[in-house]
């Protein structure tokens, strides 16, 4: 199982970008969908999720001006990101989560992406 994310580079404060993830297998497999973040020597933190309901969640940081939502057909899921600040400068990645006893994975399984850059500033 592997999540490909794309998306990001380099754009002015106030900009937009939109991360992509996705996934090898049915992304409705997994409970949760996820992005995270990491600054330079900042801890990895939780931007938003998305359940297989649909309920989605997110950091006081970008609630207002982050979307995450997700395309079925296509795998995959999406985080549109509007009103870019520098301090949204980070490495974004995707988590994809099935909780354990959930389609036949007794352990449960948390598989991460590789990282890609979002990089805000004039």
């Known amino acids: 199982v592997q999540l490909q994310a794309s998306g990001g580079g380099l754009v002015q404060p106030g900009g937009s970008l939109r991360l992509s993830c996705t996934t090898s297998?049915?992304?409705?497999?997994?409970?949760?969908v996820a992005w995270y973040r990491q600054g330079t020597g900042s801890q990895r933190e939780l931007v938003a999720g998305?359940?297989?309901?649909?309920?989605?969640g997110y950091s006081e940081s970008v609630k207002g001006r982050f979307t995450i939502s997700r395309d079925n057909a296509r795998n995959t899921a999406y985080l549109e990101m509007n009103s870019l600040k520098p301090e949204d400068t980070a490495v974004y990645f995707c988590?994809?989560?099935?909780?354990?006893?959930?389609?036949?994975?007794?352990?449960?399984?948390?598989?991460w992406g590789k990282g890609t850059q979002v990089t805000v500033s004039s």
């Open positions: 998305i359940n297989n309901d649909d309920t989605t």
């Open positions: 988590d994809a989560v099935i909780e354990p006893g959930h389609k036949g994975y007794v352990f449960g399984l948390d598989v």
């Open positions: 297998i049915n992304i409705l497999s997994f409970d949760t």
